[in-house]
C-alpha cells in the first residue's frame, strides 16, 4: 500500500529557533499533500494544503509566514516553523493521496516539543 | 460549509462483542466521501473503510463495516468481533467535492474505544 513517511518522530527546540519537518511519499507521486495539527485529546486540524510547484494554501488563522510550506517535488513537502515558541508545541502530521477519489495516506506525525 | 459530528468522546467495549461508533455529517455537497480513520497511542493515522456518496451498498472491510444512511446524514462504523488492539481513538471524516487533485478531509472529534476483557 501507500506509504507516506514523516521526520523526524518527535523534536524538542528552543523557544525562537525553527524546525524543519519532512514528509515523503514513498512509493507513489504525490501533487498535492496537506498538513494537520493537533493537539492533545483533540482532533486533526487542516493547517494548508501543499501543492508541488506553487504556494501553499492556507486555512484561516494559520500564519503562513510563521508555517512555511515547500513542495519541490513531486515526492517531498517540507514544514518549516519558523520562531518557534511554546505555544507552537504540537503534533504536526501530513498527508497524501494517491490520485482521484484515493484516501489520503498519513505520515506517522512528528510531535514537537518548544521549551 | 462542511461538519462532522461525533458525539460519543469514549465508548466501551467487551472483547468479541460489536461495537457502533456514531458519525453525522452536514454538507450541501451532493458528491462526497466519507472515511474512518483508527489513531492509536502512538499517533498514525490509519485508514480503515471508505463510503462514496453514491455507493449504494454498504462499504464493508474485514470486521469493519460502514452504516451509511443517507437521508439521516449518519455514517456509523461498526466493528464486529472487538480485539484488545481495536482501543485507539477512532476518526470520522469527510472529503469535499473532488476537483481533480486530492481534496482535503475534514474530521470529526473522534470517540476513543477502549475494548475490555
Known amino acids: 500500500g501507500a506509504v507516506v513517511s514523516q521526520h523526524p518522530s518527535w523534536v524538542i527546540c528552543k523557544s525562537g529557533t525553527s524546525v524543519k519537518i519532512e514528509c515523503r511519499s514513498l512509493?507513489?507521486?504525490?501533487?498535492?499533500m496537506f498538513w494537520y495539527r493537533q493537539f492533545p485529546k483533540q482532533s486533526l486540524m487542516l493547517m494548508a494544503t501543499?501543492?508541488?510547484?506553487?504556494?501553499?494554501?492556507?486555512e484561516q488563522g494559520v500564519e503562513k509566514d510563521k508555517f512555511l510550506i515547500n513542495h519541490a517535488s513531486l515526492t517531498l513537502s517540507t514544514l518549516t516553523v519558523t520562531s518557534a515558541h511554546p505555544e507552537d508545541s504540537s503534533f504536526y502530521i501530513c498527508?497524501?493521496?494517491?490520485?482521484?477519489?484515493?484516501?489520503?495516506?498519513f505520515g506517522n506525525g512528528t510531535r514537537l516539543t518548544v521549551t | 460549509a462542511q461538519k462532522i459530528t461525533q458525539t460519543q468522546p469514549g465508548m466501551f467495549v467487551q472483547e468479541k462483542e460489536a461495537v457502533t461508533l456514531d458519525c453525522t455529517y452536514d454538507?450541501?455537497?451532493?458528491?462526497?466521501?466519507l472515511f474512518w480513520y483508527k489513531q492509536p497511542s502512538s499517533g498514525e493515522m490509519i485508514f480503515l473503510i471508505y463510503?462514496?456518496?453514491?455507493?449504494?451498498q454498504n462499504a464493508t472491510e474485514g470486521r469493519y463495516s460502514l452504516n451509511f444512511q443517507k437521508a439521516r446524514k449518519s455514517a456509523n462504523l461498526v466493528i464486529s468481533a472487538s480485539q484488545l488492539g481495536d482501543s485507539a481513538m477512532y476518526f470520522c471524516?469527510?472529503?469535499?467535492?473532488?476537483?481533480?487533485?486530492?481534496?482535503?478531509?475534514?474530521f470529526g472529534t473522534g470517540t476513543r474505544l477502549q475494548v475490555t476483557l
Open positions: 454538507t450541501s455537497d451532493q458528491s462526497y466521501g
Open positions: 498527508s497524501a493521496a494517491t490520485g482521484v477519489n484515493s484516501p489520503l495516506h
Open positions: 501543499s501543492n508541488e510547484g506553487s504556494k501553499a494554501t492556507y
Open positions: 512509493d507513489f507521486q504525490a501533487t498535492t
Open positions: 471524516a469527510m472529503r469535499e467535492v473532488w476537483t481533480g487533485t486530492a481534496s482535503k478531509l475534514t
Open positions: 463510503q462514496g456518496s453514491y455507493d449504494e
